[in-house]
């Protein structure tokens, strides 16, 4: 998703016009358009306003910004267009040693909610991106179980990583 795509998604959320978000940053409603559409790019220091303006995260606008933070980023994007493609599950350490070369599977229990396919499961050995995706499960179950809206659920990804456990 491009910069000008997540500005016009969280002030779309925000419930702000083209217009507020331009008074609120120095700008008329037509560049504020002009940067949804991709004609334009902003610069940092508008970038910066803009998250400001819309109270969220800088790094939630951004397309790339540092490897571990961009994964997250686009899969957290991902995750807005195709909502519940990403599905988030911790894993229990189960007393069990390997070898430095481990053969191992997860498992999971059939049922109609399952695509047709066995699902892939992947993970990290990089310990702050492990850290940020154990945060995201958490409000993922949230979602899961009702106890948040969807709305609350984008709003802490949209103002991740300040949304974040410490």
Known sequence: MTTGEKIKRIRLHRKMT??????????????????EMGYRVPKATLLEKMAEAMKVARESLLENNGMAVSVLEQLFWLDEEVPGIIKL???ERSGMMYNANPG????????????????IAMWFD???????????????TLLRDGMISRE???EWKICWPNSAED
């Open 18 to 35: 083209q217009k507020e978000l331009g008074d609120a940053v120095g700008l008329t409603a037509n560049r504020i358009a002009q940067y």
């Open 104 to 119: 191992f599977s997860l498992r999971y229990d059939d049922n109609d909610l399952w695509p047709v396919r066995p699902p």
């Open 89 to 91: 599950a911790e894993t």
């Open 126 to 140: 990089f310990t702050i991106l492990d850290d940020f995706l154990r945060d995201w499960a958490k409000v993922q």
């Open 152 to 154: 609350q659920y984008f």
